[in-house]
């Protein structure tokens, strides 16, 4: 499973979420779940996958399609 910030909120779930957030004094992240399956990758596609990490600053998971 792999799940990312969730992007797709409408402007009810986010006042949902923000009037939880006043009510427990917390701040909350939303989430959204996918099932998927790691590709398999080599040792180059690998390193070119951190390289890319790397550069953008950002976490990259190759999955199965």
Request: contains cysteine; aromatic residues 4%; proline residues 2%.
């Amino acid at each position: 499973m792999l799940c990312s910030l969730a992007g797709k909120l409408g402007d009810a779930e986010l006042d949902e979420i923000r009037q939880l957030e006043r009510e427990l004094d917390v701040t909350v992240l939303a989430y959204s779940c996918y099932q998927t399956e790691p590709a398999m990758v080599d040792e180059r596609q690998l390193a070119r996958i951190r390289e890319l990490e790397e550069r953008l600053g950002v976490s990259l998971v190759a999955v199965a399609v």
